[in-house]
């Protein structure tokens, strides 16, 4: 048997050769660091993205890390300048969250030319539109009026006939309460979302594309969801028309941002994010055709009739309170 010391002294060699075959392999390959983009983005987006990434030639100088909107979010309020992300794609108001919190995101180095004002810390990739569809079909089988506003819905003939996101899964459930309370407050509003809720029955989904996905189904007549995809279901002859909503189409940006990190792995970062804007737009909007940028334009079809700003800053705090507000009208 080993003596105590001998035990302990093979133990230490152990750690200390672990410690210098890792440090040797991280730098004998001569690779550079890659940028690690974090992103909450859907499958067109990121592919818009890479495209762009690869067509500039920064192929194999990054690495892509998907996570769900509410999963990336939690990391980054919790992690914050100590995360592992370097270059992030996410909704707006976590970043501004995280940034309000850390501090953790250095100003961009190109100017965008976005057509809104942004924060100097970032800039949008993409935005999606609330709206109402329906499939006209299921609508003249069942006999239903063709609605104008999130409040015909409440009505007793569309019983089982709507399908809505969840706020608490999805965030274009927040666009759908957006509307709801600012065009009726928080006491008509919760009225408002309980007959909806009750009306939807077990048409709730978790996913932004659940409403959709049904009415093209013809399991409902009616959904609320993202605008651009019954436009595009129209465009492709399907029997799906969509309707702006008299409360107002709301809308939610996602957006690029870049980590402060050392000089060099920051600086690569900058560049990414600037291809991504400058050279990734043009696929981007074809997937989600809303103009954010000097010189871009959509198709008339997919200019919201009511486009609406919610009164507040959108922020993950308002958030909170809106899926209470949703919870409390279940």
């Not at 152990?14 to 075959?21: F, G």
């Not at 192929?59 to 992690?79: A, C, D, F, R």
Request: hydrophobic share 35%; net charge negative.
């Amino acid at each position: 048997m080993l003596s105590k010391m001998k035990k302990g002294f093979l133990h230490l060699m152990v750690v200390l050769c672990v410690a210098t075959l890792a440090a040797c392999g991280s730098s004998a390959s001569g690779e550079e660091e890659k940028v690690v983009i974090s992103t909450n983005g859907d499958d067109e987006a990121v592919e818009a993205m890479e495209t762009a990434l690869k067509g500039a030639g920064y192929e194999g100088k990054y690495v892509i890390q998907s996570l769900g909107t509410s999963e990336l979010g939690g990391k980054l309020l919790v992690e914050g300048e100590k995360t592992d992300s370097d270059l992030i794609t996410m909704s707006s108001y976590y970043i501004e969250s995280a940034q309000n919190k850390y501090d953790m995101f250095a100003d961009l180095t190109f100017e965008p030319k976005a057509l809104d004002q942004n924060p100097a810390y970032y800039t949008p990739i993409l935005s999606n539109t609330g709206s109402i569809f329906v499939n006209s079909e299921i609508l003249k089988q069942k006999g239903l009026e063709m609605p104008t506003s999130i409040k015909d819905l409440v009505k007793p003939e569309y019983k089982d006939l709507v399908s809505i996101p969840n706020i608490m899964d999805s965030s274009t459930g927040w666009l759908l309460v957006q509307s709801i309370m600012s065009e009726y407050g928080e006491e008509e509003g919760k009225e408002i979302l309980q007959q909806l809720i009750a009306n939807v029955g077990p048409h709730l989904e978790s996913s932004g594309s659940g409403p959709i996905k049904k009415v093209q189904a013809g399991e409902v007549a009616v959904g609320f969801g993202l605008r651009h995809q019954a436009v595009a279901a129209k465009e492709n002859g399907e029997p799906i028309d969509f309707v702006d909503p008299t409360e107002g189409n709301f809308s939610l940006t996602e957006s690029v941002a870049v980590v402060k990190k050392d000089e060099a792995t920051t600086k690569l970062a900058q560049e990414m994010a600037k291809v991504i804007i400058e050279d990734g737009r043009e696929e981007l909007i074809e997937s989600y055709p809303v103009a954010l940028y000097e010189g871009e334009t959509v198709s008339e079809s997919n200019k919201p009739a009511h486009s609406k700003t919610f009164s507040e800053p959108l922020t993950v705090d308002l958030l909170k309170e809106h899926q209470e507000f949703f919870k409390s009208a279940k």
